[in-house]
């Protein structure tokens, strides 16, 4: 993700009649940096080997060891796992905007013709596609070593949709905690938000075996609901029993949370950014 800034500049520069709107610069931003990633193909190999690596280790080193009742445990880490990587490669994200910050590269964004937002726009976008490739590779790996899925094809695709936008809302959190970090030491720093969120939710155990006065962030942290939703969705019949409640119940709330961060952050970023 460290390189998207030197993609970034190009685009930026042809703008120079300023008259584009937000969208097209966006687009045009995009588009050069998802190019980007496919000229230097090592980065997406990086992205890809990382999560997958990952979890295979988890999948064979601890999952003879947890036992979830009515159901192989690879079927209830994969939407846990997933959900948590997506956030372990946002530290990226906010550590190569407190690069690009330090070595002065935004303060020569600022300074070209185009809708100041939609650079940062454009970088969400840029490394939502990283995530959604991650993601889906992950999914295929996971298939390969016998996860499988309990619902319907359509439910499998709203799962992979909802950690697509809850990405992206997390993507807009990295990004401002970037802006503010003021260096990549600092950024990674405060990246370390990601293990509580990751470690104290659903993603790996059930809340239930947790004790009872942490059980009460547990629950209601926005990591377990997108887990909890994307797990309604890929255990099918099973979801109710387990989980105490419909996919409708966790899918609601999991898209409340992600448009919360997004309301949040969003308008933070675009500031701070403005004002460098």
């Given amino acids: 993700m460290t390189t998207i ?3 970034l500049e190009q685009p930026a520069a ?5 008259q584009s709107g937000l969208l097209k610069s966006t687009l045009k931003v995009t ?20 999560m997958s690596l990952f979890f295979l280790i988890y999948r064979y080193m601890f999952g003879g060891a947890i036992h979830i009742a009515g159901m192989p445990y690879v079927d209830y880490l994969v939407p846990g ?14 550590t190569a905007m407190a690069e690009d910050l330090e070595g002065g590269f ?11 937002s939609s650079v940062l726009a454009a970088r969400v976008l840029a490394d939502a596609a990283l995530v959604a490739w991650s993601t889906a590779f992950t999914a295929a790996i996971a298939f390969a070593v016998g996860f499988r899925l309990h619902g319907s094809a359509l439910d499998g ?42 470690f104290v939710s659903s993603a790996y155990v059930p809340v239930s075996t947790m004790p009872g006065w942490l059980q009460v962030f547990a629950k209601h942290q926005p990591l377990t609901y997108m887990v909890d939703a994307v797990r309604s ?8 029993a387990l989980l105490g409640h419909p996919s409708s119940y966790f899918v609601t709330r ?9 309301a949040v952050t969003v308008p933070i970023a675009v500031a701070r950014y403005r004002r460098g």
């Avoid at 042809?14 to 300023?18: H, M, V």
């Avoid at 936008?165 to 990601?194: C, D, K, R, S």
């Fill in 157 to 198: 695709l709203a799962a992979f949709g909802l950690v697509i936008v809850f990405g992206f809302a997390f993507e807009w959190l990295f990004i401002t905690m970037g802006l503010f970090a003021g260096n990549a030491q600092a950024a990674q720093g405060m990246g370390m938000i990601v293990f509580p969120l990751a």
């Fill in 14 to 18: 042809a703008n120079t009649g300023g």
């Fill in 81 to 94: 796992f997933i959900a948590t990587g997506v956030l372990f490669m946002g530290i990226g994200t906010a």
């Fill in 31 to 50: 588009r050069r940096a998802l190019l980007r990633y496919v000229r230097t193909p090592q980065l997406i190999v990086l992205a890809t080997i990382q």
């Fill in 233 to 240: 969705l890929t255990l099918g019949p099973h979801a109710q």
């Fill in 106 to 116: 935004i303060d020569r964004l600022r300074s070209l013709p185009i809708p100041r």
């Fill in 254 to 262: 999991a898209l409340l949370w992600a448009a919360a961060i997004i």
């Fill in 5 to 7: 800034s030197s993609a």
